[in-house]
């Protein structure tokens, strides 16, 4: 099964580069909107688990983690916590009580986290407690108007517990219940609005195809995502990564 895994994905990655030059995971987008927030700043990074981004990006871990200047990382997940081999400054905590003290942080970050959110409005005005006068909040989500999330969000627990782990080979316990309540620029903005957030930047990116694991179908999601490359196309891409500032 792993040789048949490889092999796919050398099918995919030369048919990614020949459809969507340039393509990557929305990860990276996630990074370097992070990484240009953090040299020199108090961050926190809220529902950090136990990596800030994807596993396969170690080195960007260790970069952003250098380049501020003390490293947060809170999560109700204690064994994910403890196997954080990034983050040394952990907290045990819920995001919407925040064991930080007002304006105590700089940065405030949150990776595949939103979709989680059953109150987002708390957590957002917890964020916008502890954060600095003119500190960012900057997150990356799902995009609920995606055709991937409309069908996840529209299929149980269980199955899609299964087809995660087919598709990606993400552990059952790395895999949580999803509300999608900030999940759509509109909700983005309004939520902020009502928090008393700027939106400074709102980015709705593709990332790399879901179904590499069907072979030549991955072809037709390709098609697709090339098809939302045009502005156009932007409302459905996968992800959104944002920015929000707390005003001064």
Not at 145 to 165: E, F, T
Request: proline share 4%.
């Amino acid at each position: 099964m792993d040789s048949l895994r490889k092999l796919l994905y050398r099918f995919y990655w030369k048919a990614e580069s020949a459809i969507v030059p340039g393509l990557t995971s929305s990860q990276y987008c996630y990074y370097k909107k992070l990484r240009s927030l953090l040299p020199g700043k108090v961050w926190l990074d809220l529902g950090c688990g136990h990596q800030v981004f994807a596993q396969w990006m170690g080195k960007e871990q260790a970069e952003v983690i250098a380049s501020s200047a003390i490293a947060y990382g809170l999560d109700l997940d204690w064994e994910a916590l403890k196997a954080h081999k990034g983050i040394s400054h952990k907290a045990f905590g819920d995001l919407v009580s925040l064991p930080f003290k007002d304006d105590s942080v700089e940065v405030v970050s949150a990776n595949m986290v939103a979709e989680h959110l059953s109150s987002p409005d708390r957590v957002l005005h917890e964020i916008h407690r502890v954060l600095k006068p003119n500190g960012a909040f900057v997150f990356h989500t799902p995009n609920y108007w995606n055709w991937a999330i409309q069908l996840a969000s529209r299929v149980s627990d269980g199955l899609k517990r299964k087809l995660i782990w087919f598709f990606e080979r993400r552990c059952e316990e790395d895999v949580f219940p999803t509300q999608y309540r900030m999940n759509t620029e509109a909700t983005i903005r309004q939520l902020a609005a009502d928090t008393n957030f700027a939106v400074e930047d709102v980015t709705m990116v593709s990332t790399s195809a879901l179904t590499v694991m069907l072979g030549p179908l991955v072809l037709g999601e390709l098609l697709y995502i090339r098809y939302l490359q045009r502005p156009s196309g932007a409302k459905f891409r996968s992800n959104v990564v944002a920015i929000l500032r707390k005003h001064t």
